[in-house]
């Protein structure tokens, strides 16, 4: 399960509940799960796009990025082979 990568009880509810009511997830999965395209995200938080994908099998290079640095730090532990950075899109 997903959220039980997540360090704080805080964020494993978190995650849950996204992924249990953002209908997002499913719908990025159908448009990248056949692609090898690169995919930018843009307000990470927390990386649960990208926990998401892993989880789901996608394999495509990931560049993610969110202006807080804690909920960058989270990511980077929960799916370190995505290339997470701190700043906003303009810094990339």
């Known amino acids: 399960m997903i959220a039980a990568k997540y360090p704080t009880r805080f964020l494993r509810s978190y995650v ?18 056949d692609s090898a395209e690169p995919l930018l ?3 990470c938080g ?6 998401f994908l892993r989880d789901r099998g996608v394999g495509v290079p990931i560049v ?5 640095a804690k909920k960058i730090a989270v990511a980077r532990e929960i799916v370190p082979d995505a290339a997470f950075h701190v700043g906003d899109a303009r810094s990339l």
């Open 16 to 33: 849950r509940s996204k992924l249990a009511r953002d209908p997002m997830y499913e719908a990025v999965l159908a448009r990248v799960r």
């Open 46 to 51: 927390v990386g649960v796009l990208e926990a």
């Open 41 to 43: 995200d843009v307000g």
């Open 64 to 68: 993610a990025v969110d202006s807080d």
